[in-house]
């Protein structure tokens, strides 16, 4: 983002909503940053043992798999809270702060409906691995439901920042797209 350092936040003055959802997407990205260190653990024992021990490897692989794809999902709110997904922001400093603001509008709902939508088949796939009793096809058998639980979690998180980051450029707590007046 153009005229932005890399620690730009998103806005919550005092409004408790806001406070909460940016508490609980700050401890999202906590949780995902423990997954990713644990993900890195298990890789280096999984060598050690491959590699020192001559040993075999059991669950390891498939747990790194597990942890990195939900350390991504889980981390998703906390990426939007800083504003560290890909933005190109050449349209919004282009036009006047009146249509800056609508262009927010359209761009956070559409972006709310998509994340929804997401959001409902994830807790539908979600929902028949943990029904189902799905179970992976590999020696450590692991019950599905687990892992595939980072979906709608990830993504219902994600909505609700979404959701915070409209009510904030909404109440005038945040600007649109983090850009000052130009």
Known sequence: MAGQSSAAVANVGTNPFLRFVAALSTLAGWCSAGMIVTAVFITCQMIFIRFVLNGSTVWQTE??????????????????????????????????????????????????????????????????????????????????????LSIPVGFGLLMLQLIADLVAVILGIDKPFGLEDA
């Open 63 to 148: 747990a790194v798999i597990y942890l990195v794809v939900a350390a991504t999902l889980i981390g998703l709110p906390y990426v939007q809270r800083l504003r560290g997904h890909v933005n190109v922001d050449l349209i919004p400093l282009a036009l006047p702060m009146g249509a800056r603001r609508i262009l927010a509008y359209v761009t956070l709902s559409l972006s709310i409906l998509i994340v929804g939508v997401m959001l409902v088949y994830g807790y539908e796939y979600w929902h028949f691995a943990w029904e189902r009793g799905w179970r992976s096809d590999t020696v450590w058998g692991v019950r599905l439901w687990i892992p595939y």
